[in-house]
């Protein structure tokens, strides 16, 4: 039987979730982030500057004056560079970062209107605007299809997508595998979402693969096995096997922590929309 390219982006995720017996052996969720952290990851991207693949064609795309919709927008990255000259709505699920980015369109002197929920449940409230721009979300998204078909609907001139070239958990595959003989799924990948594009929306977006140095970088070995214990569901008494498992991928440079490759590829999908 065809499998169509939102089912398999569906199956693949659901391929990602989590045996329950091992989130039950642990007390903290794999999935957060730490407010430092997070606030570390959005200072890096403010000092890394406006000149990305992403933003450039962000700003070919607005008109004069034009608007843009940032859906799941966490607390701005994407969209604050471009908000001081065009009217921005941001949509935003969890509440602690629709706090966040309200703290921090205060602080910038941004305006932006927050739509606080769930996309594609809160698109009937949002109108149509002239770019929708939607940044490292969409593998949350297992029911893609609804998801990208209303990014397009909500765009005049274009919609931009950017997203890590396969899931953002890809890194962890060897230590799974290592600390609980656990394999993870192999995609999906950008081409799958290329692909989730084509049959969504009926046309042949253009991909940019491009580079920047991470955003994540820790000031101890303790804030560095507290999140990878996290990330890696392991029970707080293995942490010493972890910390031997990571030792050969750690890098230090001016008391900053990294782990693995300091390179982090990125890839842009867009597509104008023909009205
Ligand atoms: C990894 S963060 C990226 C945030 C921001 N776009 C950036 O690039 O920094 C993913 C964000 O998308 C939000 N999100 C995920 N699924 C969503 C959905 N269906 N509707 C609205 N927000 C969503 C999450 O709450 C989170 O804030």
């Known amino acids: ?49 406006i000149e990305t693949p992403t933003n450039l064609i962000i700003g070919s795309l607005l008109p004069h004056n034009g608007t843009l919709l940032d859906v799941g927008a966490g607390t701005g990255r994407a969209s ?10 941001a949509v935003e699920k969890n509440p602690e970062l629709a706090d966040g980015l309200r703290e921090r369109a205060a602080e910038l002197g941004v305006a932006v209107r927050l739509i606080e929920g769930s996309w594609p449940e809160t698109a009937g409230v949002v109108d149509v605007h002239d770019v929708v721009i939607c940044a490292h979300v969409v593998y949350d998204v297992q029911e893609i299809g609804p998801f990208v078909r ?41 081409q799958d979402f290329v692909a989730v594009v084509e049959q969504v929306c009926g046309t042949s977006p253009e991909v940019e693969v491009w580079s920047r140095s991470g955003q994540v970088w820790f000031e ?28 050969p991928d750690i890098t230090e440079e001016d008391g900053r922590y990294f782990v693995g490759s300091r390179e982090r590829t990125i890839v842009t999908v867009s597509w104008p929309i023909a009205r």
């Open 80 to 89: 604050f560079p471009h908000a001081q000259d065009h009217p921005l709505t």
């Open 150 to 190: 209303e990014l397009c609907g909500h765009a005049r001139r274009g919609v931009v997508v950017e997203l890590t070239p396969d899931h953002p958990w890809s890194g962890l595959v060897p230590y799974y595998r290592a600390l609980h003989g656990l394999e993870r799924p192999t995609g999906p990948t950008y």
């Open 1 to 49: 039987m065809t499998e169509f390219p939102t089912g398999r982006w569906q199956r693949l995720l659901e391929e990602w979730a989590i045996p329950p017996e091992m989130l039950d052996a642990v007390p903290d969720s794999p999935y957060g982030w730490s407010p430092e952290l997070w606030e570390r990851r959005v200072q890096i991207a403010r000092e890394q500057g």
């Open 220 to 247: 101890s070995w303790e804030e560095i096995l507290d999140h990878y214990g996290k990330r890696l569901v392991l029970p707080r008494d293995r942490r010493d096997e972890l910390r031997d498992l990571l030792a």
